[in-house]
Nanobody
């Protein structure tokens, strides 16, 4: 089992940057693919990015490619999401999650368990 806590959100002007962190507990953290999802106001939770257990493979939603970078430090049990050139539509609660069900695709919310409480990112004009 993995317990995760997200941090790093805040209020940022459009065009700005943030780095979100997901601190995980559990000695098997380095065995799991980890992902970031987000939930905009009034909308469904959506896939943002994922990273394999080794960090060698990364996956992104088309809407964030080129602006978001996911990374991990297994020695620190932490996953990061670097967000650059923030846009108004990036406003959302950002969640970290652990992939536990490989029968579902890596971008499928159903593949993930052990969600954190989320961190709010608000982009202003």
């Amino acid at each position: 089992q993995v317990h995760v806590v997200e941090s790093g959100g805040g209020l940022v002007q459009a065009g700005g940057s943030l780095r979100l962190s997901c601190a995980a507990s559990g000695r098997t953290f380095s065995s799991y693919t980890m992902a970031w999802f987000r939930q905009p106001p009034g909308k469904e939770r959506e896939f943002v990015a994922a990273i394999s257990w080794s960090g060698d493979s990364t996956y992104y939603a088309d809407s964030v490619k080129g602006r978001f970078t996911i990374s991990r430090d297994n020695a620190k049990n932490t996953v990061y999401l670097q967000i650059n050139n923030l846009k108004l539509e990036d406003t959302a609660v950002y969640f970290c999650a652990t992939r536990t069900k490989v029968i579902y695709g890596i971008r499928d919310r159903m593949a993930y368990d052990y969600w954190g409480q989320g961190t709010q990112v608000t982009v202003s004009s």
